[in-house]
């Protein structure tokens, strides 16, 4: 969503919204990201002073490389996040505004990056070592066998 700073101040706060937005020309393609569908964005603009501070609530489905076979993994993602906005470079925690323009797109596509699993995988893995709990306890290092009269 871009706003400009004269929309901004013709808005009453808290100021909310929703929409649908296609990411899949940023995120497709990133890292182990093969597609994406429509990211369902709630938003919510607070003002403070000449900042503003927004929350949003992003719904979105990646398919996913499987770390280990390659395959495709439908994941789902939920991300909730709050930003600032200033026009201020100097706050170095805050999101420019640039050209009296703000844009929430780098915001919302690093909370869902952020929320990403680092690796997936579908394939289960078992333990094929098989202890047996009493064989074990019933065993002494022969080294050690003197010891246990002491005891």
């Known amino acids: 969503m ?3 700073l004269a929309q ?3 808005l009453s706060y808290p100021y909310s919204f929703k929409e649908s937005l296609d990411l899949s020309a940023e995120l497709n393609g990133f890292e182990d990201i093969l597609s994406s569908s429509n990211a369902l964005v709630k938003t919510i603009i607070n003002q403070y002073g000449e900042d503003y ?3 949003f609530d992003i719904d979105i489905n ?3 490389e499987d770390a280990i076979t390659l395959d495709e993994i439908d994941t789902k993602i ?3 996040g709050e930003e600032l906005f200033s ?3 100097a706050k170095e925690d805050a999101f420019l505004i640039n050209a009296n323009t703000l844009d929430t797109k780098e915001a919302i596509i690093m909370l869902i990056l952020s929320e990403k699993p680092m690796s997936t995988s579908s394939q289960v893995f078992v333990d094929e070592t098989i202890e ?3 064989e074990s306890d019933d065993k002494i290092n022969p080294a050690f066998a003197s010891l246990k009269d002491l005891l």
Request: proline share 5%; charged share 45%.
């Open 62 to 64: 990646l398919i996913l």
């Open 78 to 80: 939920k991300a909730k």
């Open 87 to 89: 026009s201020d470079p």
């Open 132 to 134: 047996d709990s009493d």
């Open 8 to 10: 901004l101040k013709k």
């Open 2 to 4: 871009k706003l400009t």
């Open 53 to 55: 501070k927004i929350s």
